[in-house]
């Protein structure tokens, strides 16, 4: 089981490297697995899988408290796969009402919502607040 979760961890690879997403779920895998990272991968370069395979090759000398902040991760990775179809659906008039100038990456969009809140449709809301409540952005 730990090995399919440190698996999951590939598809945030580009997160991990992106300041302005770490929060949340990836906030806690940096601050959980610190000791890890600089003990085991502290020359790694971060991006294009290069932090996933030196945590991948080590995995056998991680702490629970990393593992179990990968596994949280990949949750809030399982979750933004399975919605962020319907919840661009959703909420893509306010996307071009409130952000269209706006870069997409980086929760930039979600952020962008957020700002506006009292703009965005009662259709939109719940979608800005369930995204936020996972990736931990709400202050």
Known sequence: MRNLRM????????????????????????EACETEITTYCDEVTPGHGRMLSCMYAHEDKISDEC???IVDLADA??????????????????IEANCSGVEFGGGRILSCLKANAD????????VVSSFSNQFGLND
């Open 7 to 30: 698996l999951a961890l590939a598809a945030s690879v580009s997160l991990l490297s992106a300041p302005a997403v770490a929060q949340g779920p990836v906030k806690g895998v940096l």
């Open 67 to 69: 593992a179990a902040s």
């Open 119 to 126: 703009k965005v449709s009662a259709e939109c809301q719940p």
């Open 77 to 94: 990775l399982d979750f933004l796969f399975a919605n962020v179809g319907n919840a661009v659906a959703l909420c893509a008039a306010d």
